[in-house]
């Protein structure tokens, strides 16, 4: 047997390398399962997402033969548009019900009946009757919503093998939409409602519309005082401050905002802006000035990198054919830096539209039905809609729930895909 000593030093560095490369192996092979991992994860969380929520793209809707009648809905025969509008339209489709299902007479099989029809059909009748006053008399046959559990019911989600105790419909309910199926009455379609209602507490008549119009408004105030402030005290401390104690004070302080909790950010809105200043509550004004603080440091931090990857020479041949300094930063360095400034201010915008702590302590967390028509009107935004989506119990929103991330996800993918997009477009190297 060699002994330690009657190794020769070819066999000691080869030794040495065996284990060094297997130490690599084993660290290379670490990565790629931690690459692996994170990205299954990821897929099985937008796998679940979507599978919860593609169903809510499609609506169910029940064909039905309306009788507008002129005893329900303007009496007196004025046409007179007050009038109109207090129709019993509610009672025109139960009397469709009631004629499709002639053999129901109790009155709780007469509740379950109505509610095959959601509740929210009777605005759609009045509607049309507002819009042409001369279906009054007449009979139409209309594809009407259904209600959520019949809409689940028909999705798959409610299973009608089940026993009667398990199910939230029972056999009589199962048996009066099946006979709608067979009839040709109930189809699913493109669920419109989705993209142009605000919200409601009923399931199937729950849209996206003011959510989306609020984060619109919210990253638009954002926006439009985020971007000059930040880029400008991005070229000031970049290009024009001093080095002193003060601006290294400045400079330590916008790096600790940008590891600062959302959350208190949305305390400094509610105490300033709401308590102090008197602004309203819920509005997207306030949400983006909160948005505002909290997205400033980003840009900021962006902004300075972009200038100093601006190449000093720039500056100097500017400064030596006879600039200012304010022209060598206005007329050279910041057009060269924009593209990153602007890639930086994308990503805080994304990072602003996905944010719901903040914008719940200043109130957005509201049940508001009406589409905002400007900054100043009550309204919520796409993450705080889904918070309060999730909490309710219909199985109806768990995929209205799943939609509203998925609109959300497309939106964050779209916004980080510009950002990445205006790099690879405009960036220089240098």
């Keep these: 047997m060699t002994s330690p000593a009657d190794r020769k030093p070819i066999d000691v560095v080869r030794a040495s390398l065996k284990k060094r490369y297997a130490r690599e192996r084993r660290f290379r092979f670490l990565g790629q399962l931690a690459v692996f991992s994170g990205v299954a994860f990821v897929g099985i969380l937008f796998i679940t997402i979507i599978l919860?929520?593609?169903?809510?793209?499609?609506?169910?809707?029940?064909?039905?033969?309306?009788?507008?009648?002129?005893?329900?809905?303007?009496?007196?025969?004025?046409?007179?548009?007050?009038?109109?509008?207090?129709?019993?339209?509610?009672?025109?489709?139960?009397?469709?019900?009631?004629?499709?299902?002639?053999?129901?007479?109790?009155?709780?099989?007469?509740?379950?009946?109505?509610?095959?029809?959601?509740?929210?059909?009777?605005?759609?009748?009045?509607?049309?009757?507002?819009?042409?006053?001369?279906?009054?008399?007449?009979t139409q046959s209309l594809w009407l919503v259904a209600d959520d559990d019949v809409d689940m019911l028909v999705k798959g989600h409610i299973d009608r093998t089940l026993p009667e105790s398990e199910r939230r419909l029972n056999d009589k309910v199962v048996g009066w939409i099946e006979k709608l199926e067979s009839?040709?009455?109930?189809?699913?379609?493109?669920?419109?409602?989705?993209?142009?209602?605000?919200?409601?507490?009923?399931?199937?008549?729950?849209?996206?519309?003011?959510?989306?119009?609020?984060?619109?408004?919210?990253?638009?105030?954002?926006?439009?005082?985020?971007?000059?402030?930040?880029?400008?005290?991005?070229?000031?401390?970049?290009?024009?401050?001093?080095?002193?104690?003060?601006?290294?004070?400045?400079?330590?302080?916008?790096?600790?905002l940008a590891a600062v909790p959302s959350i208190v950010f949305g305390l400094l809105g509610l105490a300033v802006f709401i308590n102090f200043f008197g602004l309203p509550r819920s509005a997207p004004l306030v949400g983006g000035l909160v948005l505002t603080l909290m997205t400033l440091p980003t840009i900021i931090i962006a902004s300075r990198a972009a200038?100093?990857?601006?190449?000093?020479?720039?500056?100097?041949?500017?400064?030596?054919?006879?600039?200012?300094?304010?022209?060598?930063?206005?007329?050279?360095?910041?057009?060269?830096?924009?593209?990153?400034?602007?890639?930086?201010?994308?990503?805080?915008?994304?990072?602003?539209?996905?944010?719901?702590?903040?914008?719940?302590?200043?109130?957005?967390?509201?049940?508001?039905?009406?589409?905002?028509?400007?900054?100043?009107?009550?309204?919520?935004?796409?993450?705080?809609?889904?918070?309060?989506?999730?909490d309710s119990p219909e199985r109806a929103f768990v995929e209205k729930t799943s939609a509203a991330i998925m609109v959300l996800l497309a939106f964050l993918m779209t916004m980080n895909a510009l950002a990445v997009v205006l790099r690879k477009k405009f960036e220089r190297r240098w």
């Excluded at 309306?66 to 046409?79: A, L, N, S, W």
């Excluded at 009038?83 to 099989?109: C, H, I, T, W």
């Excluded at 903040?358 to 967390?365: D, H, R």
């Design 183 to 256: 009839e040709g009455r109930v189809e699913k379609r493109f669920n419109t409602t989705f993209f142009t209602a605000g919200d409601s507490r009923e399931p199937e008549m729950a849209g996206i519309a003011g959510a989306a119009a609020g984060s619109f408004y919210t990253l638009l105030v954002t926006l439009l005082l985020s971007f000059p402030i930040g880029v400008a005290a991005a070229v000031y401390l970049e290009e024009f401050a001093p080095t002193n104690r003060l601006t290294d004070l400045i400079e330590v302080n916008i790096n600790n």
């Design 307 to 390: 200038l100093k990857s601006v190449p000093p020479s720039i500056r100097e041949a500017a400064l030596g054919v006879g600039a200012s300094k304010m022209q060598m930063v206005f007329h050279h360095v910041l057009p060269l830096a924009m593209p990153g400034m602007l890639t930086g201010t994308i990503i805080g915008m994304a990072q602003a539209l996905g944010e719901s702590a903040p914008l719940l302590m200043i109130g957005m967390v509201a049940f508001i039905v009406d589409i905002p028509g400007g900054p100043t009107d009550p309204s919520t935004v796409l993450p705080v809609q889904i918070y309060l989506w999730a």
């Design 52 to 138: 919860n929520g593609y169903t809510a793209f499609e609506q169910t809707d029940i064909r039905m033969d309306v009788y507008f009648d002129e005893q329900m809905i303007d009496p007196q025969g004025t046409r007179d548009p007050q009038v109109l509008l207090q129709g019993d339209y509610a009672g025109l489709v139960k009397a469709a019900l009631r004629k499709e299902f002639p053999e129901v007479r109790g009155r709780r099989d007469k509740r379950k009946l109505y509610r095959l029809i959601s509740s929210g059909a009777s605005s759609r009748l009045q509607q049309m009757v507002m819009d042409d006053p001369g279906l009054i008399g007449t």
